[in-house]
Every structure is written in structure tokens, then in C-alpha cells.
């Protein structure tokens, strides 16, 4: 972290992965200029392994699914098994596959019955970045926690009863199962092209939105490389064509990543703050006073340009300049202290922050819908 060099700032931490037998280069070049550095984690490999070995190995663990990581054949099935024994409040859509042709499902999360004629809708997406592992484990936890507690929650009650949720667990189904065979670091999608020897675009940066200016690469080989033109990559395609066929009904966007511990709204691809700027910055606050109320944990807010980076092509920002007025970017757990290997005794405290944050946006644009005429 940051993703990629440009981002790097003065008086800013940079968290570097450095393969064992070059640690001791890299501990000497920063001492000879002078950087400030330690070791945060001195072995990852051990950490990775315990996060990979999981759920359907281990059944009587004791720990719930859902405070596991699972691998892409297991998310498939979870979302298989899940449907079908909820068939009169989840309908499964396909809306498109990935580079390497895996399915891009979502689930339509419903109340069971409602008179409700004017419905609008939540989109939420997980694991556009395939290290993050900690989104797609969330949108599963949401997923899980709706069905649970509509009964019994009532904000989930009324956010259901007002909103459908479309729910894409994992949008960067190819680099996420490449993050459990090759490489757990592994950012971008898996898209291969004649004129380099890189895989990969950077999918948050691949949307139509000042695409590919200051913040963004032509190179292939750079981890925030932003493709051959606009929606290039099928898995952005596939998710910006569905949000147009469905933007009278989507009111609110939300895509899940981390880390950093962040609530962002647009614009991250310009300076300029939005039109309701004033609006976004006091939802996203009162959800970061949430999170510090219930769970004690800081969480930044604002509008993305100015709280993390400069950065085009985003999705959240695309969504927004489509016409989803409320459109939101989580950065979840943590600093930095696991980073993208957050441990699986993490989970529930990061999504329940998530869900909290969540629960109090999306209750806000509840208030908001107009009542039908
Ligand atoms: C970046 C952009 Cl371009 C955006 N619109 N919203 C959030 C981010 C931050 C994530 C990224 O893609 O770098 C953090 Se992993
Ligand atoms: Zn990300
Ligand atoms: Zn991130």
C-alpha cells in the first residue's frame, strides 16, 4: 500500500510484501537513505496458510461459515445452497462472466411480500480487487444477516421492505481464485493481451468516469492499469450494463475494499466536490460515528480525492455520474497491522462495522425515496 508508486506522499506509511530473500536488500537500502521502517509481519506465509485452510475441512471447528474465508468453488456453492433454500426471497441473475468465462452472479434480495409498487433498490458489490479478501467474506455476511434478522432487526425490516439489494459477491471471480492458487497479493482482473507479457486490468479503474487520466496507467504492467478503453474488461461491462439497465431502481451504490478502515463518496476522480456533497459527507459521517460508538474503531470519511487519493475510473464514481445520487466506496478493516491478510478471527468485528455503516446510509436514503403517487 499505496497500490501503486504515484501514490506514495510525504510524511505517508508505505506497506511493501518483500519476498524473504530479498528482506535483508531492502532493510539496507532504506536504512542507507534514511527511511523509517519495521517489520509488521515476519511471516506471512504462515498467516496465509491458516486463512487457506478453512470451513469444509475442518467442520467441527466450531466457528461459523461465515468467520471464514472461502475459496471461489465454495462462494459458488454458498450462493447455489442459499438460493434455492430461500426461493421466495432470493432470485439469482445472471448478468455476464468474467475473463476466463466464470459466471457473474447476483443475488436479488427481497422481502417476501410487499404491496410496496414504488421498490427501489441497493446495489452492493464485493471483491473487485481479488486480495481484499475481507469484501467478498462480507457481502456473504450481509447476505446471511438479512435473512437472519428480518424477522427480528428493524432496520433490516425497513430497508427490505423499501429496497431490493442486488448482491454480486465476488466481481473479480478470476483474480480471486488466482489470490488462492498463485498469488495472494494479486490486485487486478486476469485478462491477457497480445502486446504485453502482463496480466490484468485494474477494475476500479476500468469505468467510464475521466477514465484513465491522473491516477490511473496505460501500462500493462501496472497495478492500477486501466485498460484498453472504458469497460474493456467484461466484468466492468457486465456490472455498468446491468446498473444502466436498472438505474431508475438502483438509489443507492456501495462497493466493498480494503484497507484502510474508510467511508469514501465522489468524487475520487476529480477535485470538484458533487452536487450533494454536504448530504454524502453527513451520511458518511454519522456512519463513521456509528462505527466508533458500537466498536470503538476510527473510521475516515469523505469524498475520495481528497481522503485517499486521485484516482479515475472507479466505480463508485461512475455509478454516481450514471445518476445513483448516493454512491459510497468502504474501505474495511485494518491499517495496515494484517493489511490484505486480516485474520479470520477478524472477520465479525469488520463486517459488523460494515454492516453498521451500511444499515445507517442505506436508512437515510429510505427517508429520502418519495412516496409513490
Ligand atoms: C479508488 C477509486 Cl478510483 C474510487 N473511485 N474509489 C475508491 C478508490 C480506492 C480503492 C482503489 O481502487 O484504489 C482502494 Se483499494
Ligand atoms: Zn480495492
Ligand atoms: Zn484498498
Request: contains cysteine; charged residues 25%; hydrophobic residues 35%.
Amino acid at each position: 500500500s499505496p497500490a501503486a508508486p504515484e501514490f506514495i506522499r510525504e510524511e505517508a506509511e508505505v506497506h511493501l510484501f518483500v519476498p524473504g530473500n530479498s528482506s535483508q536488500a531492502v532493510r539496507e537500502l532504506l536504512q542507507t537513505h534514511g527511511v523509517t521502517h519495521a517489520v509488521m509481519l515476519a511471516n506471512t506465509k504462515e498467516l496465509i496458510e491458516m486463512q487457506t485452510r478453512n470451513a469444509s475441512t475442518d467442520p467441527r471447528s466450531g466457528m461459523s461459515y461465515y468467520e471464514k474465508y472461502h475459496s471461489l468453488e465454495d462462494i459458488y456453492h454458498w450462493l447455489n445452497k442459499t438460493a434455492m433454500e430461500n426461493p421466495d426471497r432470493i432470485k439469482v441473475i445472471l448478468i455476464g462472466s468474467s475473463f476466463e468465462k466464470r459466471p457473474l452472479y447476483v443475488l436479488k434480495l427481497s422481502a417476501i411480500s410487499t404491496t410496496n409498487t414504488n421498490k427501489k433498490a441497493i446495489w452492493l458489490d464485493c471483491g473487485i480487487h481479488a486480495r481484499e479478501w475481507i469484501a467478498p467474506a462480507f457481502c456473504l455476511w450481509f447476505v446471511q444477516y438479512s435473512l437472519s434478522f428480518y424477522e427480528s432487526n428493524r432496520d433490516i425490516a425497513t430497508i427490505l421492505d423499501n429496497m431490493d439489494v442486488y448482491v454480486l459477491p465476488v466481481m473479480n471471480p478470476d483474480g480471486y481464485k488466482y489470490t488462492w492458487t498463485t498469488d495472494r497479493m494479486w490486485r487486478k482482473n486476469r485478462s491477457t493481451r497480445e502486446d504485453s507479457r502482463c496480466a490484468g486490468v485494474d477494475l476500479n479503474r476500468n469505468f467510464d468516469a475521466n477514465w484513465c487520466t491522473e491516477g490511473a496507467s496505460h501500462h500493462p504492467c501496472s497495478e492500477i492499469f486501466c485498460g484498453e478503453f472504458p469497460e474493456s474488461e467484461p466484468e466492468a461491462s457486465a456490472v455498468a450494463s446491468f446498473l444502466r439497465r436498472n438505474k431508475e431502481a438502483v438509489a443507492l451504490y456501495v462497493t466493498i475494499h480494503s484497507y484502510s478502515q474508510m467511508l469514501l463518496f465522489p468524487y475520487s476522480c476529480t477535485r470538484d466536490l458533487t452536487e450533494n456533497h454536504a448530504e454524502l459527507l453527513s451520511m458518511a459521517k454519522e456512519a463513521a460515528q456509528k462505527i466508533k460508538r458500537y466498536y470503538r474503531n476510527n473510521y475516515k470519511y469523505g469524498a475520495g480525492a481528497e481522503t485517499i487519493y486521485l484516482a479515475p475510473g472507479g466505480s463508485d464514481d461512475w455509478a454516481y455520474k450514471l445518476g445513483i445520487k448516493y454512491s459510497f466506496t468502504f474501505e474495511l478493516q485494518d491499517r495496515g497491522r494484517y493489511g490484505f491478510l486480516l485474520p479470520p478471527s477478524e472477520i465479525p468485528r469488520a463486517c459488523n462495522e460494515a454492516l453498521i455503516a451500511l444499515k445507517t446510509i442505506a436508512l437515510r436514503v429510505v427517508e429520502r425515496i418519495p412516496p409513490p403517487a
